[in-house]
């Protein structure tokens, strides 16, 4: 991968692990003003990186392949292979 | 139901594979306060929870759980990259490489197979989340003898994350302990679910 969509990545892995964090944090706490309010926050966040991610690399998700002559979910790494880490261009 | 995202919760990018450490960091996915039997252990426990928030709780936990079984598989399958069979016998990690070669397979640094006595699901929700307290404190503390057996910055970074996971599920635990001990019996001093009896 490229240093490029590295970061990308990146900016999708800590608007995502935000969402863990409040997600955890309201199931104990459902009424919780801040909480609701940084939820509501980082997902647009996420949503947005994610939006961008998937036009400019491939699907996140199996679901989203969309491509008409090939199965775009076989053509980027998986994330545990360490070029999915590190950018080639670094 | 689940679905899968290609990507991992916090990254893994180690640079010099070290088999040495594989061999001890594997614990983190079969041994017994490992990844896998936190995740088996909430996702198995969430039928018996009485309310919703103690479900949500067991339910996104235990989901996190098998994202961190794959950060510990990453952080083998990066450690235990191009090896020779040089390396492997300097490493001993020739015990492991006769049964699963580079293979990712869940068991303990001791060499003791994944099993599903590591967990309890006791179908009674203060039993259940004492258990999941104190299993959040276990795994806690073998991050903390990880970190005091490996100097590789590369490898010690996702498995700080990790460990800060731990803190926090163990703070969550807590919080619903004491929402189930408020709604079965406020003057429930002594800790019982009397909910199966009544």
Not at chain 2, 140 to 153: A, E, F, K, V
Request: with cysteine; aromatic share 10%.
């Amino acid at each position: 991968m490229t240093s490029e969509q590295i970061k990308l990545m990146k900016k999708i892995q800590a608007a995502s692990f935000a969402l863990v964090e409040a997600n955890e944090y309201l199931d104990t706490h459902p009424t919780c003003p801040d909480g609701l309010e940084y939820f509501r926050r980082h997902k647009e966040v996420c949503e947005k990186a994610k939006k961008e991610y998937e036009s400019k690399y491939g699907p996140l998700t199996a679901a989203a392949s969309a491509g008409t002559r090939k199965w775009e979910w076989v053509t980027q790494p998986f994330p545990w292979e360490l070029c999915a880490n590190e950018g080639s261009d670094d | 139901m689940w679905q899968y995202e290609k990507k991992l919760q916090y990254p893994v990018k180690i640079k010099n594979p070290d088999p040495t450490l594989a061999k001890v960091i594997i614990s983190q996915i079969g041994g017994p306060d490992g990844e896998l039997g936190a995740s088996m252990r909430y996702l198995n426990q969430r039928y018996s929870a009485p309310c919703r928030e103690i479900q949500a709780t067991l339910t996104d936990i235990g989901t996190e759980e098998l994202a961190h079984m794959e950060m510990i598989s990453a952080i083998l399958y990066q450690l235990t990259r191009n090896l020779s069979i040089e390396e492997i016998k300097k490493a001993g990690f020739d015990a492991y490489f006769v049964d699963h070669t580079t293979g990712i397979y869940p068991q303990a640094a001791s060499g003791v197979p994944f099993t599903a006595s590591y967990f309890q699901s006791k179908g009674d929700v203060i039993t259940d989340l004492h258990e999941d307290l104190a299993a959040e404190q276990k795994a806690r503390t073998t991050y903390d003898n990880l970190l005091r057996l490996i100097d590789d910055p590369d490898v010690r970074d996702p498995i700080k994350f990790l460990r800060e996971r731990e803190v926090v599920h163990f703070q969550r635990f807590g919080e619903s302990l004491r929402l189930v001990q408020d709604m079965l019996d406020a003057k429930n001093f002594y800790a019982y679910n009397p909910s199966f009896d009544k």
